[in-house]
């Protein structure tokens, strides 16, 4: 009886390890089934999509008051087990109001591409890589300095060269910028294939406490918008850090540029003083200030920004992050034209913004 009863419970747990397997096996193939499901789209490896939506206020602008407008940023990134060559991307920006051009409304532009090791990168195409290093305050609801006759942010056709300690934005993204501790020293070389004009540039910490960047824009003839023009040198300093090693959240930043007299009335320098305070995670407030901007403005710009995060990244930049922001904002300038030089006094401007960036 007991031999019967062995034989049986022996039977019954071979036939359960032979239903289990069976059923790990049956999994196993229905696994196979689902990754080589011909009807599942397989995106890219490394795509990405970025952009932004924004319905913006400006009663001095629009018949209405009110416009919307969108960006879409598309890429793709690859990273390389190669020794030398250890990434490549390409990208292209779809703009409703391209800021620097808008001719170009509702076209798609930057078409770019790169490719690098650990210590440098190789930008081709309508990239404004050039101005790395040049991004030491975030320019929120404030103008950019543009410099004359060849701007140092463009995105003409250009061939970048970067080298050195830069912590390498895979997305393209040069607005901002940080230095590896280990080699706080960067230096970027580029050439306008459009103009023949020639951008270099060199960017060094100080210590961890700021950092200073120089860039020239070396310009023959053939580069300027007018002939009358003669060859010359576009010179730039920025210097700018941030207070959050004091448990401070302000970043600072100043910039100064010398286009090389490009007229009785944009001969002197173009600067630009720059404060981004974070009152909270979600509220931060900025001050800016420009004198003789490239359209001869020169004034003060001031915002408060309230944003709902989607990202948790809380060690980017508070204007680069994705979420939903709300802005308000107080201009208060004057104009001295470039062509009469005369001066005008304009009325200060409240100005709004919602936008959801992605």
Not at 87 to 109: E, F, I, K, P, R
Request: charged share 25%.
């Amino acid at each position: 009886m007991k031999l019967l009863l062995i034989i049986l419970i022996f039977c019954i747990t071979s036939f359960v390890n032979a239903d289990e397997k069976k059923i790990s096996q049956l999994e196993e193939r229905i696994k196979k089934l689902e990754s080589n499901n011909v009807h599942t789209v397989a995106l890219p490896k490394g795509l990405y999509l970025k952009g932004e939506v924004e319905g913006y206020y400006d009663d001095r602008t629009y018949d209405s008051g009110w416009d919307s407008r969108a960006e879409l940023q598309i890429g793709i990134s690859h990273n390389f087990n190669n020794r030398y060559v250890n990434w490549t991307g390409a990208s292209m920006l779809y703009d409703t109001y391209y800021s620097l051009n808008t001719a170009l409304n509702n076209t798609v532009q930057e078409k770019q591409l790169g490719f690098g090791g650990d210590y440098w990168r190789i930008y081709f195409g309508e990239t404004d890589a050039q101005r790395l290093g040049f991004a030491k305050t975030p320019k929120v609801g404030a103008p950019l300095i543009i410099t004359q006759t060849n701007s140092r942010l463009d995105h003409r056709e250009k061939t970048v060269l970067s080298v050195g300690g830069f912590q390498w934005d895979n997305e393209f993204d040069f607005d901002s910028y940080r230095l590896k501790k280990q080699i706080p020293l960067a230096v970027t070389l580029g050439w306008d294939n459009e103009r023949d004009a020639i951008y270099s540039g060199i960017t060094g910490s100080l210590l961890g406490y700021a950092d200073l960047s120089y860039m020239q824009i070396s310009n023959p003839v053939s580069s300027t918008s007018s002939a009358s023009f003669a060859k010359r040198k576009q010179t730039g300093w920025a210097l700018g850090g941030t207070l959050y090693r004091w448990n401070i959240p302000l970043i600072w930043g100043t910039e100064v540029w010398d286009d090389g007299d490009t007229g009785a009335f944009t001969s002197k320098n173009r600067y630009d003083y720059g404060l981004l305070y974070s009152f909270s995670e979600r509220i931060y407030g900025t001050v800016h200030r420009t004198e003789n901007d490239d359209l001869g403005f020169t004034g003060n710009y001031w915002g408060l920004v309230y944003n709902l995060h989607t990202e948790k990244d809380s060690h980017k930049r508070p204007d680069k992050r994705a979420g939903l922001e709300f802005g308000l904002y107080y201009h208060d300038k004057t104009q001295t034209s470039i062509v009469t030089g005369v001066k005008t006094d304009i009325n200060p401007q409240i100005l709004a913004t919602i936008r959801y960036k992605f």
